[in-house]
């Protein structure tokens, strides 16, 4: 218990907090390329990283992961949807051998937190992470829309390329008719 509480993420937190949301929370295990959620899941916890790391990815229109951030250990993730509620905005999945999180409770976290949506903090909270997730949002947009570029240069290229091919032998076979 004494190692979790000098997480990163309980040491913001007076010692009676970060006992009480130690106490609330629940050791969960995970093996490289096991999922935690979908992105879209219901946001019912926090997460601190205890050991190992956790992929972030996102999906694109095509239905394509791109991989957001990578969150290690005494690092944390999933506040978002624990203090906006609203659905998963990435899928997590473990991303070394063995990771060991602290699941912490959405009610655990509220409880500890004071949460008010009528407190100014927690309006301006919020409007900072609607921005960061319509962030993520572009991201992945635009990400989509520079393969495609690439794929259509490519492409270009390639078709070029073909053409040039034939101009030459009929050049070549005119340069000899001359001859």
Same mark, same amino acid.
């Given at each position: 218990?004494?190692?979790?509480?000098?997480?990163?993420?309980?040491?913001?937190?007076?010692?009676?907090?970060?006992?009480?949301? +130690?106490?609330?929370?629940?050791?969960?295990?995970?093996?490289?390329?096991?999922?935690?959620?979908? #992105?879209?899941?219901?946001?019912?916890?926090?997460?601190?990283?205890?050991?190992?790391?956790?992929?972030?990815?996102?999906?694109?229109?095509?239905?394509?992961?791109?991989?957001?951030?990578?969150?290690? #250990?005494?690092?944390?993730?999933?506040?978002?949807?624990?203090?906006?509620?609203? /659905?998963?905005?990435?899928?997590?999945?473990?991303?070394?051998?063995?990771?060991?999180?602290?699941?912490? /409770?959405? /009610? +655990?976290?509220?409880?500890?937190?004071?949460?008010?949506?009528?407190?100014?903090?927690?309006?301006?909270?919020?409007?900072?992470?609607?921005?960061?997730?319509?962030?993520?949002?572009?991201?992945?947009?635009?990400?989509?829309?520079?393969?495609?570029?690439?794929?259509?240069?490519?492409?270009?290229?390639?078709?070029?390329?073909?053409?040039?091919? /034939?101009?030459?032998?009929?050049?070549?076979?005119?340069?000899?008719?001359?001859?």
């Amino acid at each position: 218990m004494k190692d979790i509480l000098n997480h990163s993420f309980l040491s913001l937190l007076d010692s009676e907090s970060a006992r009480c949301l +130690a106490e609330a929370s629940q050791t969960i295990s995970l093996q490289n390329g096991e999922l935690l959620f979908y #992105e879209g899941d219901l946001a019912d916890s926090l997460y601190l990283v205890i050991h190992g790391a956790i992929r972030l990815t996102k999906k694109d229109p095509s239905g394509k992961d791109h991989l957001l951030t990578i969150v290690r #250990e005494n690092d944390f993730f999933g506040e978002f949807g624990v203090l906006d509620g609203l /659905p998963r905005s990435a899928s997590a999945m473990a991303a070394e051998g063995e990771t060991v999180l602290l699941k912490v /409770p959405r /009610p +655990a976290f509220g409880q500890v937190f004071h949460i008010d949506s009528d407190k100014s903090v927690v309006k301006l909270a919020l409007h900072i992470i609607r921005k960061v997730r319509e962030t993520n949002e572009r991201y992945v947009e635009e990400r989509l829309h520079k393969e495609r570029m690439t794929i259509i240069g490519e492409m270009a290229g390639n078709v070029i390329h073909d053409l040039r091919n /034939p101009f030459t032998v009929i050049q070549m076979a005119l340069y000899l008719m001359k001859r």
